[in-house]
């Protein structure tokens, strides 16, 4: 319908949107640091002028209290999401649109999404993530053999500081 | 599965900072959208990154894209459901790196070298491995300075 043929298709569970329309720059940018000073690591972030982030569910609240000590006192906390990864992007507008509109065609939500200069991310409600896999994989033409696949692997990051 | 990974840069390893120059940040809203719209667009739109998200209510869409193709997107929006808001110059910073969308710090340090620069990004997004900054262009020089002080790349 839409031409597009995904070469891959990449699925994590369990994680949180935190998400506000407007976030000054500074509170962002406070809110971020204080993320990466605990350990947080972002799935997909998008700031300016609102504020998408993503997390493992696990830790959403925390993001959130941490959101409102310093200023972003109307984040909406979606928990769980389900964040997809399709490649490949081709440098055009297609692939998020068609993914935007099979979701919505399916009566599917697609809360946020961004890219990469190579792939495309979405995220929908952990309750619709099944659904949201099969109507990507069939209507954007996932090539046989490729994913889905879920990503299993959660990498613990530790980053030490100079000299430690 | 559990991967523990220690991660002891300093500066920041990445494979390369890209800037591109001649791009426009255009921002669209729209409370009911039609994005099969900007889908069938032939030929396809052409864009270097995006997002879009709900928000109070809306869809709110924003594209960096080559400045030439600003005049299609917005003739194309109302189409599909969308109020564009005037363009902006911008220029776009891309770092990418090993393991990028998998270890924390990497917005924070790019936030932080920035604000060393005394830049504000217009748009920051972060998706797999790869960070992306939209600066106004007579910054983006020193955007790319004030990286360098958090970023390394392969000689």
């Given amino acids: 319908m839409f031409g597009v043929r995904l070469a891959g298709l990449k699925e994590r569970d369990f994680l949180a949107l935190l998400q506000a329309g407007r976030a000054p720059a500074d509170q962002a940018g406070a809110l971020v640091r204080e993320l990466a000073r605990r350990g947080l690591n972002l799935y997909f972030l998008s700031l300016g002028p609102g504020l998408?982030?993503?997390?493992?569910?696990?830790?959403?609240a925390e993001a959130r209290e941490l959101a409102g000590q310093v200023g972003l006192d109307d984040c909406r906390l979606v928990s769980p999401v389900s964040l997809f990864t399709l490649y490949p992007l081709e440098h055009s507008l297609k692939l998020p649109a068609a993914a935007a509109a099979v979701l919505a065609g399916r009566g599917l939500d697609c809360l946020a999404l961004g890219t990469s200069p190579a792939a495309l991310?979405?995220?929908?409600?952990?309750?619709?993530?099944?659904?949201?896999?099969?109507?990507?994989?069939?209507?954007?033409?996932?090539?046989?053999?490729a994913?889905?696949?879920?990503?299993?692997?959660?990498?613990?990051?530790?980053?030490?500081?100079?000299?430690? | 599965?559990?991967?523990?990974?220690?991660?002891?840069?300093?500066?920041?390893?990445?494979?390369g900072i890209l800037?591109?120059?001649?791009?426009?940040?255009?921002?669209?809203?729209?409370?009911?959208?039609?994005?099969?719209?900007?889908?069938?667009?032939?030929?396809?739109?052409?864009?270097?990154?995006c997002a879009a998200a709900w928000q109070?209510?809306?869809?709110?869409?924003?594209?960096?894209?080559?400045?030439e193709a600003v005049p299609r997107l917005q003739e194309l929006a109302p189409a599909a459901g969308l109020r564009p808001e005037a363009p902006r110059p911008v220029s776009l910073l891309v770092l990418q790196g090993p393991h990028f969308g998998?270890?924390?710090?990497?917005?924070?340090?790019?936030?932080?070298g920035l604000e060393q620069a005394g830049v504000e990004p217009l748009l920051l997004q972060g998706a797999v491995h790869s960070?992306?900054?939209?600066?106004?262009?007579?910054?983006?020089?020193?955007?790319?300075?004030?990286?360098?002080?958090?970023?390394?790349?392969p000689e």
């Fill in chain 1, 52 to 60: 998408c982030l993503c997390l493992e569910a696990g830790r959403a």
């Fill in chain 1, 121 to 145: 991310v979405l995220l929908v409600p952990g309750r619709q993530a099944e659904a949201a896999r099969r109507a990507l994989a069939r209507e954007l033409a996932l090539a046989p053999g």
């Fill in chain 1, 147 to 164: 994913s889905p696949a879920r990503e299993s692997v959660r990498v613990v990051a530790v980053t030490e500081k100079e000299g430690e």
């Fill in chain 2, 1 to 15: 599965m559990e991967t523990v990974a220690v991660f002891n840069e300093h500066p920041v390893q990445t494979y």
């Fill in chain 2, 19 to 49: 800037l591109r120059h001649h791009l426009a940040l255009l921002e669209a809203r729209g409370d009911d959208p039609r994005p099969q719209v900007l889908a069938q667009a032939r030929p396809p739109l052409e864009m270097v990154i």
């Fill in chain 2, 56 to 67: 109070e209510g809306e869809w709110w869409l924003k594209v960096c894209l080559p400045a």
């Fill in chain 2, 102 to 112: 998998d270890r924390p710090g990497i917005a924070a340090a790019a936030l932080a």
């Fill in chain 2, 131 to 153: 960070l992306m900054l939209a600066v106004e262009p007579a910054q983006a020089a020193r955007a790319r300075e004030g990286l360098g002080a958090y970023f390394s790349v």
